[in-house]
């Protein structure tokens, strides 16, 4: 069976840290660009951050620039997503999702079922 799933959420004060990661079965990670997004409560799913299947190639929304940072070890198939000065406005389920291309958050292939991240005092 192919799936993604994604670990690291929790509950974390403003300013914390957390790193999520996201793990493959049943696929070989190496082939795709992953995708991090994010659905906060009451609002559109949105991209976080991407990179691109040999790691050489990354992107970050405007809200991740210079806070979070992706990753991957092929060799572990799994991805992650470093996310330093969590604000509360970060709060949201936190999806992985892989595509054969780049990106796109209506085009990915396989997606995972998501962790909840908390960002409160």
């Known amino acids: 069976q192919l799936q993604l799933v994604e670990s690291g959420g929790g509950l974390v004060q403003p300013g914390g840290s957390l790193r999520l990661s996201c793990a493959a079965s049943g696929f070989n990670l190496d082939y795709y660009a992953i995708g991090w997004f994010r659905q906060a409560p009451g609002k559109e799913r949105e991209g976080v951050s991407c990179?691109?299947?040999?790691?050489?190639?990354?992107h970050y929304a405007d809200s991740a620039t210079g806070r979070f940072t992706i990753s991957r070890d092929n060799a572990k198939n799994t991805v992650y997503l470093q996310m330093n000065s969590l604000k509360p406005e970060d709060t949201a389920v936190y999806y992985c999702?892989?595509?054969?291309?780049?990106?796109?958050?209506?085009?990915?292939?396989?997606w995972g079922k998501g962790t909840l991240v908390t960002v409160s005092s």
């Open positions: 999702a892989a595509a054969m291309s780049w990106c796109h958050l209506h085009d990915m292939d396989y």
């Open positions: 990179i691109s299947s040999s790691g050489g190639r990354k």
